[in-house]
């Protein structure tokens, strides 16, 4: 049975949820970890193949993530849930998640603290967890058992040519992962470009293609074609650097 959550009229609130994956262990396969914890507003199987996309650990994982706490929470209410999640404070996760009216799995908390309480693959928040797997570690670790079982080495998926970024939803070129530019790279020399291209053609004394009585002119829509460059570029460069830049990153 799903719950009916509350919406809370805060302002800045959004639904959001904090999650765990159980996984294998590395060395006895018949043992579960608590592998991985973390949040996200996005939806819960979105943000599920993101991780099966990018985590070396993905191979070892058990199941479904399991949904710690679903409800409505602003970006610093999330983030101390999530905060509290790895580094196995229950009891603030309690008490954080009520406090934002969130609804609790008591039973997803259990399978946690059973697996280990604390999880082996995150390294923010979790520095000063003994049982931590190093990011590095895990990749060599997932390249010993690739080597086990015959299959090719996982490498990151900005490294595979063609691969659909996850959520970008679009295929970088294999030129893209030769190349160190980013969106401001591109942008701000298309922005130069482009004011230089509209100044001279609204000042130049003449226009291509508005001439009357054989008089040059300068044509009217000048500053309609110049808004419309404009809203070009902030559009691309919003979508392909700024908004990776403001995209706060999770491992």
Known sequence: MTATLPVRAHA??????A?????LAHADRSRIEFGYGGQSFQ??????RQHRECQPWE????GSPLVIADGWFTPDELDAVEEAVIQGRWGDVRRLADGCGAVVSEAAIQACVNAGGRPRYNWALNEDNP???PKLVAVEQRWVRDDAAGRPRWVPVEARPGAVVPGLGWSRPAWWH????????????????LSVLVWG????PWAWFWVTLGEPQVAPWS???AAAGAALFVTWGWDTGWRQARKRRRR
């Open 12 to 17: 800045g609130s959004r639904r959001g949820h």
């Open 201 to 204: 053609y609204v000042r130049a």
């Open 131 to 133: 049982r931590q797997v």
């Open 19 to 23: 999650y765990a994956y159980l996984t």
């Open 223 to 225: 500053p309609l074609l």
């Open 59 to 62: 191979d070892l994982i058990v």
């Open 43 to 48: 939806r819960h199987g979105a943000r599920d």
């Open 178 to 193: 030769r190349s160190r530019w980013t969106g401001w790279h591109v942008t701000v020399p298309a922005w130069v470009v």
